[in-house]
């Protein structure tokens, strides 16, 4: 006779192999709230979390908020009491565990009374955000609020009812005077505790000045790098957590076995002891962030973008093409690492071969289109920034270029009849228009993407010497993207 399989879910914990869990180990009350449920978050953070309460103790159980509504998501989550199944794979290792620090979960679009409910709730010490670069809701141009984004005017005529992440940071901050939480991003964006402030505080600020000053000078946002590569959950995920578990979990997370966070130590009302179990607490997250958005993001973007073009399916398969390889190993050395700061502490040549093998790891699906969303709110920090440095200290930066042109020719190919592949960006229907508009005519498509100035400053985009590069390694790629690789390898 078959017995029904059971689902991972609190109330089973008791069934789960030792190894899995300990169950010794009880999840103490909610210390913090992460907005942006993904992936990313429960392969990261909550881990960290969960160690750091294990080794040391402290009332961090998490809440988990998932801002945009996946509704059978959100009806996993709910039936498995927030557990999950982690998969850390390499070519020689093979671990899992199933994680309990994420103990309540809440959907923002259909329980936003709760969040705030939760938000308010004094003893949560830190609110944690992995909301993707565009969620903060910031104007490219001027760095600060964009007034203009549709979900900022929504939650300034509805401070109540707000639906984006700054939004709702304000209306619970403004619930809680004079006892704030910590508001922490754990995205990749240039100084991400600056932004978050940023935006927060000029939200805050055309509501009401004086609770702008006070968010202002009372709040900590302490900046962070973080790092593990996690990819889109697959069925194969699916098959391998529940042979582990033997249990049904619909929501396992694969990721490298990799972590890293370096996280800036300013946090007033205390934090988990997330130092003791290999988190960096540091003066000054600069440096850290400016090597892993460069190098790891921005090699990233580029290895994605050419393999959507040439037909490699993940990261470990491009890889393996010995002249994306040695272009990305280039890239890196002559391009990258020169505008990085050096730290006794770093060592850029140690970490770009890290990198390069951390790339490398064919047990880890990391399709090359995940990356390859959002390109215009990834691309001005990961190839930009270094390019415009670049053009400063009149040094060259062809790969970088090649990078650039080789997202532009994604754009384009979307764009055709007979495209292979949909384009997933928040600025999507201007890129498409620009490339329709171009009509196949390189010259065209690059003035057409420069002129977009939510991506490209302007100063950047009007100087020659880039509109040079750029032509000349979309010209290559047309040509062909396979011997493109091989001449700025
Ligand atoms: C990737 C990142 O999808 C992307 O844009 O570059 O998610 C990357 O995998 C992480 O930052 C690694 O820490």
């Keep these: ?92 290792r093979f671990d899992a565990r199933v994680i309990r620090s994420v103990c309540e979960v809440l959907a923002a679009p259909q329980q936003l009374a709760s969040v705030l409910e939760r938000l308010c709730d004094t003893r949560v010490k830190i609110v944690s955000l992995t909301i993707t670069e565009k969620g ?35 209306a619970a901050l403004r619930r809680r005077p004079g006892d704030p939480f910590t508001v922490m991003s754990c995205d990749n964006l240039s100084e991400n505790g600056r932004t978050v402030k940023k935006v927060v505080v000029q939200f805050a600020r055309l509501l009401d000045a004086d609770l702008g000053a006070w968010i202002e000078k009372d709040v900590a946002f302490p900046c962070t790098m973080v790092d593990r590569i996690t990819p889109a959950t697959t069925p194969i995920d699916l098959d391998d957590a529940q042979r582990i578990t033997g249990m ?43 090597a892993k958005l460069r190098m790891l993001n921005g090699a990233h973007s580029t290895i994605a973008y ?39 502490t770093l060592d850029l ?28 709110k990834k691309i001005p ?23 650039v042109a080789a997202w532009m020719r994604f754009i384009a190919g979307s764009a055709q009849a007979d495209a292979r592949y949909t384009i997933s960006d928040p600025l999507s229907a201007t890129l498409t228009a620009a490339a329709v508009r171009a009509n196949g005519d390189p010259q065209a498509l690059v003035a057409g993407l420069l002129a977009m100035q939510e991506i490209f400053p302007a100063e950047l985009a009007s100087e020659r010497v880039f509109v040079t590069e750029i032509s000349a390694a979309l010209h290559a790629l047309n040509r062909g993207v396979g011997s493109a690789m091989s001449l700025y390898k």
């Excluded at 914990?13 to 190894?19: A, D, G, I, T």
């Excluded at 881990?47 to 059978?72: L, P």
């Excluded at 988190?279 to 962030?289: G, I, M």
């Excluded at 930009?384 to 990078?403: K, N, S, V, Y």
């Design 306 to 344: 050419l393999s959507v073009l040439s037909g490699y399916e993940t990261v470990a398969a491009a890889m393996s093409d010995p002249d994306l390889k040695a272009l990305i190993h280039a890239l890196l050395t002559d391009e990258i690492m020169p505008t990085l700061p050096s730290l006794p």
């Design 1 to 92: 006779m078959q017995y029904p399989v059971r689902r991972l879910r609190r109330d089973n914990e008791v069934y789960l192999p030792k190894r899995l869990s300990n169950p010794a180990w009880r999840v103490p009350e909610i210390g913090i709230v992460h907005l942006g449920l993904g992936n990313f978050h429960r392969a990261h953070q909550a881990v960290f979390t969960e160690d750091a309460m294990i080794a040391a103790g402290g009332d961090w159980g998490i809440c988990g908020v998932i801002m945009r509504g996946d509704r059978q998501k959100h009806a996993d989550f709910n039936s498995q009491g927030g557990l999950y199944t982690l998969l850390e794979r390499s070519t020689d």
């Design 381 to 403: 920090q990961r190839l930009l920034a270094p390019i415009a440095e670049r053009i400063r200290a009149g040094t060259p930066f062809r790969r970088l270029a090649l990078g």
């Design 136 to 170: 903060y809701c910031v104007d490219p141009v001027n760095g600060g609020l964009d007034t203009r984004h549709r979900d900022i005017v929504h939650d300034l005529a509805h401070p109540d009812a707000p639906i984006s992440a700054p939004g709702m940071l304000v």
């Design 248 to 290: 049904i979990d619909a929501l396992p997370v694969s990721c490298e076995p990799f972590r890293q966070w370096v996280i800036e130590d300013t946090f007033p009302s205390g934090r988990p002891a997330w130092d003791r179990v290999g988190a960096q607490l540091v003066e000054d997250v600069t440096p850290f962030e400016l």
């Design 349 to 376: 040549a140690a970490y770009r071969d890290a990198l390069l093998a951390r790339f490398s790891n064919v047990a880890l699906a990391h399709r090359c289109m995940q990356i390859a969303t959002d390109g215009s």
